[in-house]
């Protein structure tokens, strides 16, 4: 489902190759996503730190070759399925808070697996709720927690094997996540 968007916009995106069919710029977007995780994958190292620099700079490498809007949070409200993200008009303060609360204190190494598990689940949950992009903001979650997995020394997240029946279950989850800040 596409995003309800405050204002007048097309459903197609303006972008900086002129691409005006929804697979192309599909094709375009995935091409950009994935050389993002491998430049990202290839460049982890034990003393990476995840804050909101580094998820802008995800964003913006798989996405600057399309949109001038890549590693920036958005100018405009957001909303799915009648859920209203973040305000645009707070997301600096947010993305600083969802830092401060929660990406500067995750622990530089996991002794266990539940904790990994808990803190990439409430890294992955609270970054979907605040949504700070115009576009890619569950690539930018996914990416995130592959790499917050893979530095733990533990194998990639497998987001494509999420069927339908799946989905539901990945979407209260999610929901649960954002919940415990209301």
Do not use: C, W
């Amino acid at each position: 489902m596409k995003y309800d968007i405050s204002g007048d916009e097309s459903e197609i995106l303006p972008n900086k190759l002129g691409l005006k069919k929804p697979h192309d710029i599909a094709m375009s977007e995935f091409e950009g996503f994935l050389q993002a995780e491998i430049s990202f994958t290839e460049n982890l190292r034990d003393n990476t730190k995840f804050d909101t620099k580094y998820i802008l700079k995800i964003h913006k490498l798989a996405l600057s070759h399309l949109y001038t809007f890549a590693g920036k949070y958005r100018n405009v409200n957001l909303s799915k399925g009648g859920f209203l993200f973040s305000s645009a008009k707070f997301l600096p303060e947010s993305m600083k808070s969802f830092e401060d609360e929660i990406l500067l204190k995750l622990p530089s190494d996991y002794n266990d697996r539940e904790s990994l598990i808990r803190d990439v689940a409430t890294v992955h949950g609270e970054l979907l709720f605040i949504h700070p992009f115009r576009e890619g903001n569950g690539r930018t979650a996914r990416i995130l927690a592959n790499l917050m997995v893979r530095k733990a020394g533990s194998s990639p997240l497998e987001f494509e094997k999420i069927g339908k029946k799946e989905l539901e279950h990945y979407v209260v989850a999610v929901q649960k996540v954002s919940r415990k800040k209301l």
